[in-house]
């Protein structure tokens, strides 16, 4: 009886399956994420969605150049204080407040804020996190604005 060694493994006629598996492998995970992405998530002119970023950033930005700051402050979960402070000649005027939670579009909320050099208390329809967009006109016109998020159950301002 003769013996015959074992063959050893040959990888190269397998390349091929493995390339087309890794290929069939990464295209479905493609698809399958496709699949996940609802209409409603994208915008379908990004552009023009997209032509108030450098004004509000340059809002935000002459809102700190003026040495101004938001304070905020939950001292429970159901109510919101903000204030203003610094400045050289602090802030006067009026603002308007948007508290909105991306989880709950129907809590959405705008608050006219009469005189932003008085503290403002609001009281909130539901706890947790939200996101607060300040906007307001300083006395010589310029718009000013500052976004923060909120978390009223932990009472902290990141």
């Known amino acids: 009886m003769t013996n015959t060694p074992a063959r050893s493994f040959n990888f190269w006629p397998w390349l091929p399956v493995f390339v087309i598996g ?3 492998i990464a ?6 994420v496709a699949k ?16 108030h970023f450098d004004t509000d950033k340059a809002a935000a930005e002459a809102f700190t150049a003026r040495g101004l700051k938001l304070s905020v ?6 109510t919101l204080h903000l204030s203003i402070s610094g400045g050289a000649s602090g802030a006067s005027g009026a603002g308007e407040v948007r508290l909105y939670r991306p ?4 809590a959405d909320r705008t608050v ?3 005189d932003v050099a008085q503290p403002l208390t609001i009281p909130l329809s539901r706890q947790g996190v939200w996101r607060l ?3 307001l006109s300083a006395s010589d016109g310029e718009r000013l604005a500052a976004k923060t998020i909120i978390d009223t159950l ?3 301002s990141p």
């Open 133 to 135: 967009d300040l906007r």
């Open 103 to 106: 989880d709950a579009p129907g």
């Open 154 to 156: 932990g009472g902290r």
């Open 22 to 24: 890794a290929a069939v």
């Open 73 to 78: 402050s939950a001292p429970d979960p159901a």
């Open 27 to 32: 295209n479905t995970a493609i698809i399958l």
């Open 112 to 114: 006219v804020w009469a």
């Open 36 to 51: 996940r992405v609802s209409p409603q998530k994208v915008e379908e002119q990004a552009y023009a969605a997209s032509m």
